[in-house]
């Protein structure tokens, strides 16, 4: 048996030498596994390739990253990318991340360390304070042979205390240990198993005592058991955090019927509030619970029912014994809506702000000042208001806004700040005084701006679908541009979980406009773009909406003279692989290259996927003889031919990823590279050392941006991008 296992070894270590070696891709064995669905049977012949820890699998999959690598550096142009990113890189050295105002006295944020590959963590006392950093991540267990940065942090009230999580490898799960300012060290204690980067985060008690948080059992992405049965703790300062004080959970409340992929959270909205507030849900709407503060000291909480997923609340604030909530349970683009704790009614409850025909209500805050809220035009044109009294007075604007995001310090204080955000700006960030109606621009570090996205165009349209609807399109590009066909494209597209893909200035963006492209986003059915019921038609049995939506706009695209198949290139990531998956998989002939990072492709198989569980929510279970129907049509995987002339594919995968499993892009990298008929490349990235992409190295990040421009320019014609 010994020499059994010393020989397979052996071969698989053959294999990866030899397909290093080669020209071309090694392509990976068929097979064939038969599964049977409510009478259909339906055949996977790469599902061995799930087992992440098969060492033949590993072998497979390291000689497609050593063949991928080989032909991405071998692409002229590329390197000379990885510099000009690395400089404007080191131009945004001073960008703060993370910013947490507790008073006009009190900022905290994360800047990156002065060789971009960890993150430090700083104080300001004010706006105009002097800059005092705190702790710097690479000081964090500097012996191990993992990296480490902070994720995630949140200081005492009293700012004594910060309870900072650290993350290695880009798993996202935090270890939480507590940083005592005034002696800059760490307690002793580190709270494991938690995700409050993702999950919950982190809340303070009024005294700093201790906090809340969510605790995950089982964190093994391979196991079937990932992420299930969390719970709420609270911590107390000092205690051994193995020691369990539940609050909240499927085991200690039964009666709330909550199920294993629920994540009960806690979430307490500042400093001296009267209640705390437990969700009971995943993705979407969620059942709520409220109960004391008080009950913290009791052996168990008595949790009483707040509002049901029914009523469609998207977000809610305690205010004066009241609970303003946005719902869409009247209104598909949200009202704005609010009720007495003491007289709770979610069914009629009073109208604060009606809905809006053409606009979407978005955010709210609540200052001494009254209430501010945000609406947006189809998830690209953001506007800002005033309700002070029964007034509604629409604010103007210092710059034009794409998007905006409001933050405050409490319901009783003053102060509000806008982030304001755009297709070709960074945040810029302003403070408003209401009583002068002014905004002052307080950006803690200077904001970038790049020579490049000058004399930009930008054009927001909406495109009829397949069954007429109207999409939002946007579409980005130098001024001067000629519509002749002859222009690069690079067309976004995600449509998932109500997500509003909302202007921002994406590297993606930058990159490809600098190398004269145009770029486009196609927001389609799935997202949040024109409120609830847009999401509701392109999910579940509604998703094929989302994929051929994108269709419509590639084929505007086209025929308005932007660009042609031959210069047509696409990219998405997450569940956004669904909508480039299917798009290319059923319309190959649209496009030249498609990118496809960490992304959602093998659905009919995603139930037993990491986060599988709480992923029913948006897609659906094969248990279930419609959404099964359902899970096949959007599955990319499946739809996969033989023999298709299939355009150039980029994929990336995570062997840390703990949202996308690495098998997911991983098979249909393999059923693609064995069925298509055409030259083009089919290429498979794989990190080995970090996961989704979200708390990974800045190095990482430049090398595979360049990875995913280069490969697009080569493939769509550029002559500046060529294989040597």
Known sequence: MKYTFILYIFISIFLVQCATNENHPHIANEQPVQETYFSKTIEDPYQYL?????????????????????????????????EKIKKNDEMRSETVFNLKVLSPDAYYYIKYSKNHEANVLYFRAGIDGEEIALFNS???????????????????????????GFTKNDEEFSEVVIYDVANKSFHKEVIDHCWPSELGGINWLDDNSGFTYLHIPDIDTTSPNYILDSATVLYRLGNNPKDLHI??????????????ADFPIVNIFGKDQKYMFGRVGGIGFKDYYYAPISELKNEQVTWKPLFKKKHKVEKFLPHNDEIYFLSALKASNFSLHKTKVNQLNFDTPIEVIPASKDEILKDFSITSDGLFYTSTKN??????????????????????????????????TPELWIEIEGWTSHKNRYRYNSEKKAFTKENPTPVVNYPELEDIVVKEIEIASHDGTKVPLSIIYKKGMRKNGENRMLLNGYGSYNWINAPMLYPYLLYWIS??????????????????????????????????????????????????????????????????????????????????????????????????????????????????????????????????????????????????A?????????????????????LLSVNFDEGHGFDRSQKSKREELADIISFAMWQTGSEKYQVK
Request: aromatic share 10%.
């Open 50 to 82: 799930e087992n992440l820890k098969d060492p033949s699998v590993l072998s497979w999959l390291t000689s497609q990253n050593n063949y991928t690598q080989k032909v991405l550096q071998d692409i002229s142009g590329r390197q000379q990318l990885v």
């Open 138 to 164: 690479e000081e964090y267990k500097a012996a191990s042979n993992n990296t480490y940065i902070i994720n995630y942090f949140q200081p005492s009230w009293n700012g004594k205390k910060i309870a900072i």
């Open 247 to 260: 609050i909240f959970s499927r085991k200690t409340h039964p009666k709330l019927h909550l199920k294993p």
């Open 379 to 412: 998830g690209v044109l953001a506007s800002l208001y005033h309700l002070k009294d029964t007034s509604i007075e629409k604010i103007i604007l210092p710059e034009s806004s794409g998007s905006i995001s409001l933050s405050n310090i409490s319901t009783s």
């Open 515 to 660: 190398e004269g492209g145009v770029y486009a986003v196609a927001h389609v059915r799935g997202g949040g773009e024109k409120g609830e019921q847009w999401h509701k038609e392109g999910y579940k049995t509604t998703k094929p909406n989302t994929w051929k939506d994108f269709i419509a706009c590639t084929e505007y695209l086209i025929d308005e003279g932007y660009t042609s198949s031959e210069r047509f290139a696409v990219w998405g990531g997450s569940a956004g692989g669904i909508n480039i998956g299917r798009a290319v998989t059923e319309r190959p002939d649209l496009y030249a290259v498609a990118v496809i990072r960490v992304g959602l492709l093998n659905t009919l198989r995603s139930e037993i996927a990491p986060n599988g569980q709480n992923n029913i929510k948006e897609f659906g279970t094969i248990k279930d003889s419609v959404e099964f129907e359902a899970l096949l049509e959007m599955d990319a995987y499946h739809h996969v031919q033989k023999g298709t002339n299939y355009p150039a594919i980029f994929l990336t995968a995570g062997i840390n990823d703990s949202r996308v």
């Open 662 to 682: 690495a098998w997911q892009p991983a098979k249909f990298a393999a059923r693609m590279q064995a069925a298509s008929s055409s030259s083009a490349p089919i």
